[in-house]
């Protein structure tokens, strides 16, 4: 079992900068693939970013590149989503996941709220 814990959110203005965390326990970390998605009420939730620990690659969804950076910490077990230039199209609940090099995402926290203002 992974348990994740996410932190950072909260509300800001459109065009400021959040970065969110999320501290892993349960297993080793550096094992791990570590996601960010996110849920807008009244939509489905959707893919942002993860990172692969053996050679730190990143996967972006296109809304995002260029803006949101994936980064992890394994001596701290923590990822992160450095989040610039924020749009109100960014404003949901972010979670935390992580899966096993070849299996699906199946450990989620709960949630950090992203609310950006216009």
């Known amino acids: 079992q992974v348990q994740l814990v996410e932190s950072g959110g909260g509300l800001v203005q459109a065009g400021d900068s959040l970065r969110l965390s999320c501290v892993a326990s349960?297993?080793?970390?550096?094992?791990?693939?570590m996601g960010w998605f996110r849920q807008a009420p009244g939509k489905e939730r959707e893919f942002v970013a993860a990172i692969i620990q053996s050679v730190n690659e990143t996967d972006y969804t296109s809304s995002v590149k260029g803006r949101f950076t994936i980064s992890r910490d394994n001596a701290k077990n923590t990822v992160y989503l450095q989040m610039n230039s924020l749009k109100p199209e960014d404003t949901s609940k972010y979670y935390c996941?992580?899966?096993?090099?070849?299996?699906?995402?199946?450990?989620w926290g709960q949630g950090t709220q992203v609310i950006v203002s216009s």
């Open positions: 996941t992580a899966r096993h090099p070849d299996g699906d995402f199946d450990y």
């Open positions: 349960g297993r080793p970390f550096s094992s791990l693939v």
